[in-house]
Every structure is written in C-alpha cells, then in structure tokens.
C-alpha cells in the first residue's frame, strides 16, 4: 500500500481520462437508487450545496439531480472508496431517484435472456 490515496486522510479521486469518477447512490436504508457519474465540478456543486449533481454524459453538462422534476437527492453522507475512483452518496431522495417514475433506476432483474420488473 504505497499509494498515498489508500492511506491518507485527503480527498484526492482518482478521476478517469474523461474527468470522471463513478458515483453510487443509495438511500439511508442502503436500497441502490442510481449510478452516475461526476467530474470535479460535480463534486465541489454537490459539497457546496448539500445535493448531489453529477456530470451527465449524455448532456455534456453539469445536471442536478431532480433539477427540472423537483425529486433532489439531499445528501447525507458522502465516502470514497480505498483508491479513490468511485464515490458512494447516502441520500435521502425527494420522490423518485429514476427519470422513469420508479424508486429506483434498478427496477428490474435480468432472467434468462429478458427482463422482469421487480416487485
């Protein structure tokens, strides 16, 4: 363990060629809402104002969760993980965490070859 990232007490991510690092998002009671993705400025947006905002790759733009639906995720923990290039947000959402209206992007399980919802 000679990489000071995994021993220090300094937040230093571990961006990837494109300036991002991979963001998990669960809520207090650790049912997985999304993953996106966030850049710097992501993450400085997110500490300063206490919801997340994530670099949208589709967009090419900053995109605060819940900014057009009102469905915000008030953040209430941040932690990084042991090299730095992932981050894992406890939130606590403001209505749905999915574009689609479902509590969470993760709405269904793969079986098989096709798709069923979860219950």
């Not at 963001?23 to 400025?41: F, I, K, P, Q, S």
């Not at 969760?65 to 992932?86: F, P, W």
């Amino acid at each position: 363990m000679s990489d000071p990232r995994e021993t220090n007490l300094v937040l230093d991510p571990k961006y990837d060629a494109a300036g991002l690092v991979t963001a998990v998002v669960t809520d207090r009671g650790g049912a997985l809402l999304m993953v996106a993705h966030m850049n710097a400025e992501a993450l400085a947006a997110t500490q300063a104002s206490g919801e997340a905002t994530f670099w949208s790759r589709s967009r090419a733009r900053l995109w605060k969760k819940g900014e057009t639906s009102g469905n915000v995720l008030r953040v209430v923990e941040m932690r990084i993980d042991c090299d730095q290039d992932a981050l894992w947000i406890i939130a606590d959402p403001a209505g749905p965490a999915c574009h689609t209206g479902a509590t969470s992007c993760f709405y269904r399980r793969i079986v098989g070859d096709g798709l069923q919802p979860v219950a």
